[in-house]
């Protein structure tokens, strides 16, 4: 058990719906992330919170909406998906900073139609 | 485009076999280079942060070694077991430039140990 869960495990959506993501870490982290693993791709960093506020968007797409409402809550917001954001989404925690290893979450499956 | 680049993309050793595999990445602007292992139908989990030219890591019978002057860095597996299947992840965080304040990670090694 990693402390950081991730729900749902699977999803699939319409291009036109519109659903959360959720994260949730146990470990007393100051720092959260999404990444993206889309088939043989790297691991891409999405969106980065430290201490709840965010500091890092990868340039990723307005279709993707993230929201830190606390140091242990993470949620990814989508609507209007296109078939190609269907990926592996992977939440991760830390202590804020370049020294501390990251702790990933199981990730959600999306399939976007 | 910062690049981050391992090799190789897979392995398939015996059981038994010790291996190794590279990552390279820039050599200016660096903060930290980490190493993860993601094993299928898991989270990625971490093995080693490495900070320092020359710094030698060890878990187990898994060691990495780091060259920042030369942008690289191998990790080491000795008598390698099944379950050391996995993929091996190494990311770079850069103090400057589109590397700075977050992991760039590379496409991973992929291990297969036959048994």
């Not at chain 2, 897979?10 to 038994?16: F, I, M, R, T």
């Not at chain 2, 060691?63 to 191998?74: H, P, R, V």
């Amino acid at each position: 058990e990693t402390g950081v869960t991730q729900t749902p495990r699977h999803l699939v959506m319409g291009m036109t719906n519109k659903k959360s993501l959720k994260c949730e870490q146990h470990l007393g982290h100051n720092a959260m992330y999404w990444y993206k693993q889309s088939a043989k791709k790297p691991l891409e960093l999405m969106f980065v919170y430290n201490f709840k506020e965010q500091t890092e968007n990868n340039s990723v797409p307005s279709r993707f909406s993230p929201e830190c409402p606390n140091s242990s809550h993470l949620f990814l917001h989508l609507h209007t998906l296109q078939p190609e954001d269907s990926a592996l989404y992977l939440c991760a925690s830390s202590q804020a900073g370049q020294y501390n290893e990251q702790f990933f979450g199981p990730g959600t499956r999306l399939t976007v139609l | 485009i910062l690049n981050v680049e391992q090799s190789p993309q897979s392995l398939h050793v015996q059981e038994g076999d010790s291996t190794n595999f590279t990552c390279s990445f820039p050599s200016s602007n660096f903060y930290a280079l980490h190493w993860y292992r993601w094993e299928t139908a898991k989270s990625p989990e971490a093995l080693f942060v490495m900070t320092l030219n020359g710094d030698e890591k060890k878990k187990g019978r898994i060691s990495a070694t780091l060259n920042t002057k030369e942008g690289y860095s191998y990790l080491y597996i000795k008598g390698s077991q099944p379950e050391d299947s996995a993929t091996y992840l190494c990311a770079f965080w850069g103090a400057g430039g589109t590397s700075y304040g977050k992991l760039t990670f590379g496409q991973g090694t992929i291990l297969t140990v036959h048994p």
